[in-house]
Structure formats: structure tokens, C-alpha cells
């Protein structure tokens, strides 16, 4: 039987989305314009003023905002509200250049908490359950938004933080935790923990919220065959709120995107241009229920697709598909077209792990690359021939995918490194030389 | 623990511990430094090398000790069947077997050699295809094999 924590807004019809939009889209600019120099300078360079934007077929005369917006006006350049309305900063993990930080009024949290309690609702969450939040807590929205989705619904909210694998697992058996939130990576790797430990009868997980990084189908079979859980996915952004911008039903297809606060668009990455409905493109926010900090169609440069088909949960709100690569993610070696998302699906498919790593080289203006994979015991042989066996094939197989040689090394079980939970993906060497 | 009972004889099999190493510089030392510092005793050793990764092959006394030490460590191993056979420290000695196993067809897919404390005598791993027969073979030719329960007398602690 589906369940709703706001019922009346997700399963509102779609001429009452359409109608909040409207009506927040308008306000929205009007606060932005009143309120934000920045942005105000942008509206005026592209000609449009807040008479123009009557509605949602007006948005596209709006102009983008990029993350390189919010570098230009940090720390406080893009607020509408003053700082003393606000009550929370949260900030993003960017490792070079200065961060994207984020401010929060009160209504800005209530708001991000009532969008993360939806998301643990539609994967069968109530105020009886134990809810293991394993996200780092800090400037990481991870922590602060499942623990506040987990309060607002009533759960049993186990501020865990990530790491110390120990007494995660402790805790998980000795309080009875029911649905684990946390990355993709660390979910597989608290399974494989539980289960080298023999613990899997001792844990009562029935399901799982995992967000912040890219994860495959083939990982979250992996997943809930390991804990004996069902796995959702959960989206967002710091810059929109933090997790819970959408989020996955009993459906598992797509994530639904709370849109009574935020507007979805797809946009081709190159010409800026909207994209009709299930066309694949970037996707585009635009935060118009936010108060200290409502961004107008930011750019997230993730890859995906929109729907409106009807949903079997009777959830009316668009869906969007997992991301389906960065604009700005895709390798390019030897000239070609690289996603890490293609490695991780032929590794998963030839029984190795999830974990990997991929290194980009470039040695005498020549391109490598090389994917490093952890060992596991059912990889593992006595017999070298065995594993050669195998490692060729995982060549072949990727050669085929790629359409160029990627060189593979097999490496000791858990030294591919994680930082905060998520695996550290892709080492681009060659950035190394650049400016 | 590993004596199985067949045709009225009692099998002997030694339990070899391989493990899995990367190949990056101090592996092997990491691994021995790991068995050290938990007072395992290594019997023998012998190391195996593909391009880019290694299978070390140990013997100890204590397999179900060493594997939880080894795994505790992180490192992925397993335990693989092999034959111990106690042979003459002298010319031909290691001829005759494995003539003996060539002649009965039998594949021998690696073998190595470690010493005791006992004078003019060697043993040899044998890593055989079918260990049984094999067994049988050296066992008609008065050939002795070291069951693992009977690793730790050859060393005379
Ligand atoms: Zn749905």
C-alpha cells in the first residue's frame, strides 16, 4: 500500500503543481531581482525583467547560473535574505577552487527536512523505525538532511556519521536499525563488512537510502542481495538544498522531484536550449520556495532524463532517471568517449566488485588507462592461470566496451582509498600538467 | 582434521594457505611482518608471479589460526589441498618421484622444496591435479607423506 508523508502535494494533480509554480516562480524572481545584485545584472543583461516571467513558459527567458556564479559571488553574493534571518550554512566538498556554500533560514531547513522525510516515507519508512544515518555529518549535507528527514517523520534518528566500520555494524545489531542511509560505496562496504563478519542474521535492515555518487543497477542488486534489503535512490545538491531534491519510490525507476520547490528542466549542455520530455540533456534547478538562497535555473551538469508517465505509487510529480554521466565528467582517452559508469558495468557483470579505480596517464603524448580492481575471495585462486584467465577476459570485455585498451591490475581487497565514505573514482594524472 | 579414510588407508594432505598479493614493492614483507608479529611460524614458503599480481603459498602448523590472522589482516587467501612427501637429501631423489608421477600420468602443477631439522632429509610440496592417486602411487612405493598433523613433529619443537 503506498504511502505519502505529504500526501496532499505528491499526489496533487498536475494543473496544482503547475498553479504553485506559477504563482512561486513569479515571487520568486520578483524576491531575486528586489534582492540579489548579482543576478539582478544578469536579468538586465539578457533584457528580461520580472514583468516578463508570468509564469512557467516564461522561464526559459531566464538566464542560467552556474557553479562558476557561485564561485564569482562567494561567500554571500547570491542571498536574498540578510544574515540574520539565516540559521544554518552547509557547504560542498569541492577539493580545488573556493567551495559553494550555502545559507539556510528556518523555512529553508523545514523545508530540505520535509523533503528527506518523503524520501524515507517512499521506502516504506514510519515513526517506528530506526533510521542509521551513516552520511558524514558537518558542511556535508548528507548527515544533516537524512537526520532531519528522520526527525521530522518520527523515526529513531542514529546519528552515525561515516566511518569506523565497527561500530556501525554494533550499533546496527545491538539497536535493531531498519533503514540504513548512507553512499552507494560505503553501503557495499558495510555489506561486505556484515557479512565477512558472519552478521547478516544479526542485522534487521529492510532498507536503504543511498545518494551523493553515481551507483549502477548492477549495484544495487549487489546491495540488496548482500544486506537482504530493498535500495532507493535519493538526489539533490547542496547548492539546491542537499539530498532529497528527489527521491526513489517502491517503483525503483526514476526518482520523483518534490516539485512543489523545485522546477526541473533539460537543457542541451551546449546550446542552453530546453529539451522536451524524455529527451535526455542536462538538468536544470530553479529552488523557488528557498528563501535565503533560491537559485534560478541552476545548472547541475548531470546527464538525465524527465518523465511524467504515470507513476504505479501515485506519486504525480516528474521523475527523473539516476544521473547518467557529468556533462563534465567524460574521459577522454586516446580520443575516445570514456564514462566510469561503462568500466563499472562490465566489472560488475564479470563478478568482480564494485570497487575500482580508474587511472587516466599520459606518458610521451601518449594516453593510458588503467582500471584497478579489488581482489575478492571468489575471484581469488590458487592456481595463477586461473586468475589471468579471467583478468584477459575482463580486457576483452572492456576493449569492447570502450573501444580502446584499458589496462587492468588487481589490488589487496579495501586499498582503492575512500574519503567520507565515497570512493575516490577517477585519478585524471594528466590535470597534473595542465596551467 | 584432515585425515580422510579410504580403502582402509588414512589420506595425508598438508593444508597450503595462498594468498593473494598485489604486486607493488614490500608486499612480501608486509605479509611475513603480519605472520610475525603473530607468532605464526612459517614451514615453507614459496612465492608465485604473474605480471601484475603474486600468489604466496604457505605452510604453518596452525591453518585455521593463520587464516584468521591472514584475513583479519584484509588480505583474500584460501586453503588448497597438497601433497608433503619426505624424500633422501640426495642426488635423484626428487627424479624418482616425480618419475613416479610422470610414469602413473599424473599432472603436477608446481612443487617446491623446504628442509627440517632432520639430517639428510628434505620434503616436497607436490600441488598435483588428483591428489589421491597420487597418494596411492607414493604410497606403493613406501614413499612417506607429512599430514598436517604431523607437520609439527618433523620440526622437533
Ligand atoms: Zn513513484
Same mark, same amino acid.
Given at each position: 500500500?503506498?504511502?505519502?508523508?505529504?500526501?496532499?502535494?505528491?499526489?496533487?494533480?498536475?494543473?496544482?503543481?503547475?498553479?504553485?509554480?506559477?504563482?512561486?516562480?513569479?515571487?520568486?524572481?520578483?524576491?531575486?531581482?528586489?534582492?540579489?545584485?548579482?543576478?539582478?545584472?544578469?536579468?538586465?543583461?539578457?533584457?528580461?525583467?520580472?514583468?516578463?516571467?508570468?509564469?512557467?513558459?516564461?522561464?526559459?527567458?531566464?538566464?542560467?547560473?552556474?557553479?562558476?556564479?557561485?564561485?564569482?559571488?562567494?561567500?554571500?553574493?547570491?542571498?536574498?535574505?540578510?544574515?540574520?534571518?539565516?540559521?544554518?550554512?552547509?557547504?560542498?566538498?569541492?577539493?580545488?577552487?573556493?567551495?559553494?556554500?550555502?545559507?539556510?533560514?528556518?523555512?529553508?531547513?523545514?523545508? +530540505?527536512? /520535509?523533503?528527506?522525510? @518523503?524520501? *524515507?516515507?517512499? $521506502?516504506? =519508512?514510519?515513526?517506528?523505525?530506526?533510521?542509521?544515518?551513516?552520511?558524514?555529518?558537518?558542511?556535508?549535507?548528507?548527515?544533516?538532511?537524512?537526520?532531519?528527514?528522520?526527525?521530522?517523520?518520527?523515526?529513531?534518528?542514529?546519528?552515525?556519521?561515516?566511518?569506523?566500520?565497527?561500530?556501525?555494524?554494533?550499533?546496527?545489531?545491538?539497536?535493531?536499525?531498519?533503514?540504513?542511509?548512507?553512499?552507494?560505496?560505503?553501503?557495499?562496504?558495510?555489506?561486505?563488512?556484515?557479512?565477512?563478519?558472519?552478521?547478516?542474521?544479526?542485522?534487521?535492515?529492510?532498507?536503504?537510502?543511498?545518494?551523493?555518487?553515481? +551507483?549502477? /543497477?548492477?549495484?544495487? @542488486?549487489? *546491495?540488496?542481495? $548482500?544486506? =537482504?534489503?530493498?535500495?532507493?535512490?535519493?538526489?539533490?545538491?547542496?547548492?539546491?538544498?542537499?539530498?532529497?531534491?528527489?527521491?526513489?519510490?517502491?517503483?525503483?525507476?526514476?526518482?520523483?522531484?518534490?516539485?512543489?520547490?523545485?522546477?526541473?528542466?533539460?537543457?542541451?549542455?551546449?546550446?542552453?536550449?530546453?529539451?522536451?520530455?524524455?529527451?535526455?540533456?542536462?538538468?536544470?534547478?530553479?529552488?523557488?520556495?528557498?528563501?535565503?538562497?533560491?537559485?534560478?535555473?541552476?545548472?547541475?551538469?548531470?546527464?538525465?532524463?524527465?518523465?511524467?508517465?504515470?507513476?504505479?505509487?501515485?506519486?504525480?510529480?516528474?521523475?527523473?532517471?539516476?544521473?547518467?554521466?557529468?556533462?563534465?565528467?567524460?574521459?577522454?582517452?586516446?580520443?575516445?568517449?570514456?564514462?566510469?559508469?561503462?568500466?563499472?558495468?562490465?566489472?560488475?557483470?564479470?563478478?568482480?566488485?564494485?570497487?575500482?579505480?580508474?587511472?587516466?596517464?599520459?606518458?610521451?603524448?601518449?594516453?593510458?588507462?588503467?582500471?584497478?580492481?579489488?581482489?575478492?575471495?571468489?575471484?581469488?585462486?590458487?592456481?595463477?592461470?586461473?586468475?589471468?584467465?579471467?583478468?584477459?577476459?575482463?580486457?576483452?570485455?572492456?576493449?569492447?566496451?570502450?573501444?580502446?585498451?584499458?589496462?587492468?591490475?588487481?589490488?589487496?581487497?579495501?586499498?582503492?582509498?575512500?574519503?567520507?565514505?565515497?570512493?575516490?573514482?577517477?585519478?585524471?594524472?594528466?590535470?597534473?600538467?595542465?596551467? | 582434521?584432515?585425515?580422510?579414510?579410504?580403502?582402509?588407508?588414512?589420506?595425508?594432505?598438508?593444508?597450503?594457505?595462498?594468498?593473494?598479493?598485489?604486486?607493488?614493492?614490500?608486499?612480501?614483507?608486509?605479509?611475513?611482518?603480519?605472520?610475525?608479529?603473530?607468532?605464526?611460524?612459517?614451514?615453507?614458503?614459496?612465492?608465485?608471479?604473474?605480471?601484475?599480481?603474486?600468489?604466496?603459498?604457505?605452510?604453518?602448523?596452525?591453518?585455521?589460526?593463520?587464516?584468521?590472522?591472514?584475513?583479519?589482516?584484509?588480505?583474500?587467501?584460501?586453503?588448497?589441498?597438497?601433497?608433503?612427501?619426505?624424500?633422501?637429501?640426495?642426488?635423484?631423489?626428487?627424479?624418482?618421484?616425480?618419475?613416479?608421477?610422470?610414469?602413473?600420468?599424473?599432472?603436477?602443477?608446481?612443487?617446491?622444496?623446504?628442509?627440517?631439522?632432520?639430517?639428510?632429509?628434505?620434503?616436497?610440496?607436490?600441488?598435483?591435479?588428483?591428489?589421491?592417486?597420487?597418494?596411492?602411487?607414493?604410497?606403493?612405493?613406501?614413499?612417506?607423506?607429512?599430514?598436517?598433523?604431523?607437520?609439527?613433529?618433523?620440526?622437533?619443537?
Amino acid at each position: 500500500m503506498p504511502n505519502y508523508f505529504s500526501p496532499e502535494k505528491e499526489t496533487a494533480s498536475r494543473e496544482q503543481i503547475r498553479a504553485w509554480q506559477d504563482a512561486g516562480l513569479r515571487d520568486c524572481v520578483r524576491r531575486v531581482y528586489d534582492n540579489v545584485p548579482y543576478y539582478r545584472k544578469k536579468m538586465e543583461e539578457a533584457g528580461v525583467a520580472p514583468e516578463d516571467i508570468g509564469g512557467l513558459e516564461d522561464l526559459h527567458k531566464l538566464p542560467f547560473l552556474t557553479k562558476d556564479d557561485l564561485r564569482e559571488a562567494y561567500p554571500y553574493g547570491l542571498m536574498a535574505r540578510p544574515l540574520t534571518d539565516c540559521v544554518r550554512i552547509q557547504s560542498t566538498s569541492g577539493t580545488t577552487g573556493r567551495r559553494v556554500v550555502a545559507f539556510y533560514t528556518q523555512h529553508d531547513v523545514d523545508l +530540505w527536512d /520535509e523533503c528527506c522525510a @518523503r524520501a *524515507i516515507v517512499a $521506502a516504506g =519508512g514510519t515513526p517506528d523505525d530506526v533510521v542509521h544515518v551513516s552520511y558524514g555529518y558537518g558542511l556535508f549535507t548528507g548527515g544533516p538532511g537524512l537526520n532531519g528527514g528522520s526527525h521530522k517523520l518520527g523515526s529513531l534518528t542514529l546519528p552515525m556519521s561515516s566511518g569506523n566500520t565497527d561500530r556501525q555494524i554494533q550499533f546496527m545489531t545491538d539497536l535493531g536499525s531498519t533503514i540504513l542511509c548512507c553512499t552507494p560505496s560505503y553501503a557495499a562496504y558495510l555489506a561486505e563488512s556484515i557479512n565477512e563478519r558472519g552478521l547478516r542474521d544479526k542485522i534487521h535492515l529492510k532498507a536503504g537510502i543511498f545518494g551523493a555518487e553515481a +551507483w549502477t /543497477e548492477e549495484m544495487r @542488486r549487489d *546491495i540488496e542481495n $548482500a544486506l =537482504g534489503i530493498k535500495a532507493y535512490d535519493i538526489y539533490g545538491l547542496t547548492e539546491i538544498s542537499g539530498p532529497g531534491v528527489a527521491f526513489e519510490c517502491s517503483e525503483q525507476s526514476g526518482m520523483h522531484i518534490n516539485e512543489d520547490y523545485f522546477i526541473a528542466e533539460v537543457i542541451d549542455p551546449k546550446t542552453g536550449e530546453v529539451l522536451p520530455e524524455g529527451e535526455k540533456g542536462e538538468l536544470v534547478f530553479t529552488s523557488f520556495a528557498k528563501e535565503a538562497f533560491p537559485l534560478l535555473r541552476y545548472r547541475t551538469k548531470d546527464i538525465c532524463i524527465l518523465s511524467r508517465e504515470r507513476c504505479s505509487c501515485g506519486r504525480t510529480f516528474v521523475k527523473m532517471t539516476k544521473p547518467l554521466g557529468r556533462s563534465d565528467d567524460m574521459l577522454i582517452v586516446k580520443g575516445v568517449n570514456v564514462f566510469p559508469s561503462q568500466i563499472e558495468t562490465v566489472l560488475l557483470n564479470h563478478g568482480y566488485a564494485a570497487n575500482y579505480q580508474i587511472i587516466v596517464d599520459r606518458q610521451k603524448n601518449s594516453d593510458s588507462i588503467e582500471v584497478r580492481v579489488e581482489m575478492t575471495p571468489e575471484m581469488f585462486s590458487d592456481e595463477l592461470s586461473k586468475i589471468t584467465a579471467r583478468e584477459k577476459e575482463l580486457v576483452a570485455a572492456l576493449k569492447s566496451m570502450l573501444g580502446i585498451y584499458a589496462n587492468v591490475r588487481l589490488v589487496e581487497p579495501k586499498s582503492i582509498v575512500r574519503s567520507e565514505g565515497k570512493a575516490v573514482r577517477v585519478i585524471d594524472k594528466r590535470n597534473l600538467y595542465q596551467g | 582434521m584432515i585425515a580422510h579414510t579410504k580403502g582402509g588407508n588414512t589420506m595425508e594432505y598438508t593444508q597450503q594457505i595462498s594468498v593473494f598479493l598485489e604486486n607493488r614493492p614490500g608486499t612480501l614483507a608486509e605479509l611475513t611482518d603480519v605472520l610475525w608479529k603473530n607468532n605464526i611460524d612459517m614451514r615453507a614458503m614459496c612465492v608465485a608471479d604473474a605480471m601484475d599480481f603474486g600468489i604466496a603459498r604457505i605452510i604453518v602448523d596452525d591453518v585455521y589460526e593463520t587464516m584468521t590472522v591472514l584475513k583479519d589482516a584484509g588480505y583474500v587467501c584460501q586453503i588448497t589441498k597438497v601433497l608433503t612427501v619426505e624424500m633422501a637429501d640426495e642426488p635423484g631423489g626428487l627424479s624418482k618421484i616425480l618419475a613416479l608421477l610422470g610414469s602413473a600420468g599424473i599432472n603436477l602443477e608446481y612443487t617446491y622444496a623446504f628442509l627440517s631439522r632432520k639430517k639428510d632429509t628434505a620434503y616436497l610440496v607436490l600441488k598435483v591435479a588428483e591428489p589421491e592417486k597420487a597418494e596411492a602411487v607414493l604410497r606403493a612405493e613406501h614413499i612417506r607423506l607429512i599430514g598436517q598433523e604431523t607437520l609439527q613433529g618433523i620440526f622437533g619443537d
